[in-house]
Structures are given as C-alpha cells and as structure tokens.
Nanobody
Framework: QVQLGESGGGLVQAGGSLRLSCAAS????????MGWFRQAPGKEREFVAA????????YYADSVKGRFTISRDNAQNTVYLQMNSLKPEDTAVYYC???????????????????WGQGTQVTVSS
C-alpha cells in the first residue's frame, strides 16, 4: 500500500508559478512510477506528466510541455510538479498517482495507476 499526499496548490495570477509536492509513504517509493493528473469542473481527469522510478523517462501532456517540469527525490519520497507561465485553463484539482513500474505506452491513462492522493486545488486567475 502506498499513501500519497499533495500540497502546494493555491490561487495565482496568470503568468505566475506554483510548485506542487506529493509525499509518499508506505512501500518503497523508488519502486514506483509517478504521475500527475488534473481534473477541472465538469471535465474528465486528464494526464499532466509522468516520471519513472529513476527519472530517466519523463512525459508531458502537450498542453503543459515547456511550462511544467516533473521531478522526484527518492531520498525524500517526494515527487514535484513545477508549474510556470500558468494559464486560467490550468485551473483544476491536481492529483498525484503511483504505479509499480511506469508503463511504456499507457502512462497517460489514469487506469494505469494504482494509488492516488486526495488532490490539491490550483486556481489561476486572469
């Protein structure tokens, strides 16, 4: 079992930055691939970014590429999402997720992940 807890969300103006953190406990964190997803009101949950256990494979949704950066610190059992140049359309609840062994092709599907955090709200004002 892996427990995940997100933090770092908040209200920011367009063009601003936020850094989300996801702290993991339970199983050996370094065995797990990690993902960030988001869900806006009335919309389906969508993929944002993913990283494998040692950071050698990183993926981004096209909508955030060049603005967001995913990283992890296995010693701290934490994965991060640095979000720059935020836009109002980035407003959503952001979730981190974990899977034992990041899949090669389905890393962007929420069903591929076994554990989820409770989410943190990010609101970008125009």
């Amino acid at each position: 079992q892996v427990q995940l807890g997100e933090s770092g969300g908040g209200l920011v103006q367009a063009g601003g930055s936020l850094r989300l953190s996801c702290a993991a406990s339970g199983r050996t964190f370094s065995n797990y691939g990690m993902g960030w997803f988001r869900q806006a009101p009335g919309k389906e949950r969508e993929f944002v970014a993913a990283i494998n256990w040692r950071g050698s494979r990183i993926y981004y949704a096209d909508s955030v590429k060049g603005r967001f950066t995913i990283s992890r610190d296995n010693a701290q059992n934490t994965v991060y999402l640095q979000m720059n140049s935020l836009k109002p359309e980035d407003t959503a609840v952001y979730y981190c997720a974990a899977v034992r062994g990041l899949p090669n092709s389905d890393y962007d599907r929420s069903v591929s992940y076994d554990y989820w955090g409770q989410g943190t709200q990010v609101t970008v004002s125009s």
